[in-house]
């Protein structure tokens, strides 16, 4: 038994499942409209501004640190000592400040963000105890002193970076 080919409605009931088939996988384009998308690109630009304010802020903090270790490195006096930590303790404020307010898409990543910046924070914590030794003991050797101060100023620029 033979069958007829298809004529007429038929075929062009292929030629429409066929177009169908092959946007089957695309999705269908929504309209956006154009306020929608100078939004985001406002938000987009005030993020990066945002940013770099605040890279901005803590390079002059950094500056203000190294200064003072500078300060501290020829007068170990407990006067300075304090004016160091204060200096150290206020970076790491602006830093966990800073750190809260950012918007992640991904929660994830502001949790692993959050406990880098805290392991960063007991470091800190940890080689400021380790130069208030080293201040009392005014017989300690300058080259540990000198490290001790560039150990915290490594762990504050990972602080932001």
Same mark, same amino acid.
């Given at each position: @038994?033979?069958?007829?080919?298809?004529? /007429?409605?038929? *075929?062009?009931?292929?030629?429409?499942? /066929? #177009?169908?088939?092959?946007?089957? /996988?695309?999705?269908?384009?929504?309209?956006?409209?154009?306020?929608?998308?100078?939004?985001?690109?406002?938000?987009?630009?005030?993020?990066?501004?945002?940013?770099?304010?605040?890279?901005?802020?803590?390079?002059?903090?950094?500056?203000?640190?190294?200064?003072?270790a500078k300060i501290?490195?020829?007068?170990?006096?407990?006067?300075?000592l304090?004016?160091?930590?204060?200096l150290?303790?206020?970076? @790491?404020?602006q830093?966990? #400040?800073?750190?809260?307010?950012?918007?992640?898409?991904?929660? *994830?990543?502001? @949790?692993?963000?959050?406990? #880098?910046?805290?392991?960063?924070?007991?470091?800190?914590? #940890?080689?400021?105890?380790?130069?208030?030794?080293?201040?009392?003991?005014?017989?300690?050797?300058?080259?540990q002193?000198?490290?001790?101060?560039?150990?915290?100023? /490594?762990?504050?620029?990972?602080?932001?970076?």
């Amino acid at each position: @038994m033979r069958i007829p080919e298809a004529s /007429g409605q038929f *075929s062009d009931n292929k030629a429409q499942i /066929g #177009k169908a088939k092959r946007s089957a /996988g695309k999705t269908h384009a929504t309209h956006i409209s154009r306020d929608t998308v100078n939004q985001a690109n406002f938000l987009k630009n005030l993020d990066e501004v945002t940013e770099e304010q605040i890279k901005k802020t803590f390079d002059e903090l950094i500056e203000d640190i190294d200064e003072q270790a500078k300060i501290l490195e020829k007068h170990r006096t407990f006067e300075e000592l304090e004016k160091y930590k204060k200096l150290v303790k206020s970076f @790491m404020e602006q830093v966990i #400040k800073k750190i809260y307010t950012v918007k992640v898409s991904d929660s *994830s990543k502001i @949790m692993i963000k959050r406990k #880098k910046i805290y392991y960063l924070v007991e470091q800190v914590d #940890k080689h400021l105890e380790d130069l208030t030794k080293q201040v009392l003991d005014k017989q300690s050797e300058t080259i540990q002193f000198l490290a001790t101060l560039e150990k915290i100023k /490594g762990l504050l620029v990972d602080m932001y970076s």
